[in-house]
């Protein structure tokens, strides 16, 4: 094991200073649109991508800190997507929050602490670690969705979304004090060590597992603790949805595997278990309720918590019958589903803001009657992003979703060919609400005939955001490469 400090944390501890550097320059910026600050903004993030991607180049494993933080392929990876992800929500949020006078410099520091918290999850070696990233990022999103205080469905969503998520920090927590009691440590790699010798307390072990299990799942947004998804997200504004339903989806599947998988490993059995129930049920209720629902935010919320039950359908299949063969092709599924999905989440919410920019919210399904011959461009961009959150080819959802499918399917055992196919009929029910989002806008007549507002530089992101959706789903092997070899090294490690 190799033990080295700066080179392991140097990534973070540039976006700390320069975050805190931004927070101070910001002050002294008098232009509405915060030119200056958006720019420093996206700099920085830039920086941190670049350094992560170099980093992950290397493909070297480094130890520092005591062991508290590793320096990782996939973590790296995890990391550089989290960077293009907030690079990208950040781009599209600044017209969107210049229109409504909240476009301050809160804004752009909480974003940077929140992709701080991101990088530190990503990178945990150590439950204390998992825990400091898990609460820098959740209490700068609790502070992002109250930016509109005047704001009452606002201020009620930050509300639901602080206390349920303290009460989740807290499950998750108690989790990893009571694996702490039965293992003797809170480095991750010693709780697998302890976990693989005997004797230990094992009921003590599988209430802990139960807890942390919790604790993930509410960060997941899965159910049955996706209680505040379709109010956090309709509640917030555009640009803070964004924000949730994007990277932190990258850091919630990150703690997964370096807890479950790296720390918990011998303990697959139970906690397997637990996540297909989670996942089961994530596929009936979330698809079943989204079609109910009128407002596209408050829809795609419940398509959330479908679209992570299908992504923890893979984390089930890494152990089978006892053994680990197919724990990389597995784990490299979920990684790519979650890639896939917050890629497709990037466009969706970018739409989303593109249109409200006309001085009202375009967040009801409606808004988006007739759009088609209103702006024909957005709306075929828009019918990508639906088409790869339902599963059509060739987008990238359908590779991502055959991708899990094949895991369960090549395990080859009875249960989970029979889950794969469960799978896919709520998939199917799946469908119709988001082509129901193409009929509407092609087929139904506009209520509004004004025409939206050109931004050269949104235009042109959208586009390219539909494009990656688009070409991802045609030649998705290199990015599932860089997955796969990420997840075995990782598991190597």
């Not at 639906?386 to 899990?404: D, E, N, Q, R, T």
Request: charged share 10%; glycine share 8%.
């Amino acid at each position: 094991m190799t033990q080295m400090n700066w080179p392991v944390v140097q990534a973070e501890a540039v976006l700390l200073a320069l975050a805190c550097a931004i927070a101070l320059i910001d002050l002294f910026v008098t232009d509405p649109r915060r030119r200056l600050t958006f720019w420093l903004t996206q700099a920085t993030i830039a920086v941190v991508g670049v350094m992560h991607w170099c980093d992950f180049d290397a493909g070297i494993t480094l130890y520092g800190m005591q062991a508290m933080v590793v320096s990782d392929p996939m973590g790296h990876l995890l990391a550089f997507f989290a960077c293009v992800a907030m690079l990208v929500t950040v781009a599209y949020a600044q017209p969107y929050l210049a229109g409504r006078d909240m476009l301050k410099g809160e804004f752009f520091v909480l974003s940077l602490f929140v992709l701080l918290g991101i990088l530190v999850m990503v990178s945990a070696n150590h439950f204390l670690m998992v825990y400091l990233g898990l609460e820098v990022m959740s209490l700068s999103l609790y502070a992002l969705v109250a930016l509109r205080r005047d704001h009452g469905v606002s201020t009620e969503a930050a509300m639901k979304y602080f206390v349920l998520g303290a009460l989740a920090s807290g499950f998750l927590l108690y989790g990893l004090s009571m694996m702490y009691g039965a293992t003797g440590s809170l480095e991750i790699p010693k709780v697998f060590q302890a976990i693989g010798r005997a004797p230990i307390n094992t009921a003590v072990l599988v209430f802990g597992v139960v807890f942390v299990v919790a604790g993930l799942a509410f960060k997941l947004g899965v159910v049955p603790f996706h209680m505040w998804v379709p109010d956090v997200y309709q509640g917030a504004p555009t640009a803070v949805t964004l924000l949730i339903g994007g990277a932190p989806k990258l850091a919630a599947f990150a703690i997964t595997i370096r807890l479950l998988v790296e720390g918990m490993l011998g303990l697959a059995v139970d906690w397997q278990q637990m996540l297909m129930v989670l996942a089961l049920s994530s596929l009936v209720v979330g698809n079943l309720a989204a079609i109910a629902q009128s407002n596209l935010k408050r829809m795609l919320a419940y398509s959330t918590i479908s679209q992570m039950g299908f992504m923890l359908l893979a984390m089930t299949a890494g152990v089978v019958s006892g053994n680990t063969f197919s724990a990389g092709n597995a784990y490299s599924s979920a990684m790519f589903y979650v890639v896939a999905y917050v890629l497709t989440t990037l466009g969706t919410f970018g739409l989303i803001m593109f249109l409200a920019r006309q001085g009202y919210e375009s967040e009801e399904i409606a808004d988006l009657a007739g759009l088609a011959r209103r702006a024909p461009w957005l709306a075929g961009v828009m019918t990508v992003f639906m088409f790869s959150l339902a599963g059509v080819p060739p987008m990238v959802g359908f590779y991502a979703k055959l991708a899990v499918l094949q895991a369960l399917v090549t395990t080859n055992q009875a249960g989970y060919i029979g889950v794969a196919v469960f799978a896919v009929l709520m998939s199917l029910i799946g469908a119709y609400y988001y082509l129901r989002v193409v009929k509407v806008m092609y087929f139904d007549e506009p209520t509004d005939a004004s025409h939206p507002v050109q931004s050269a530089g949104v235009s042109a992101l959208l586009a390219a955001n539909g494009l990656a959706v688009l070409g991802f789903g045609l030649l998705p092997g290199g990015l599932m490469a860089v997955c796969r070899d990420a997840i075995i090294k990782a598991l190597a490690s």
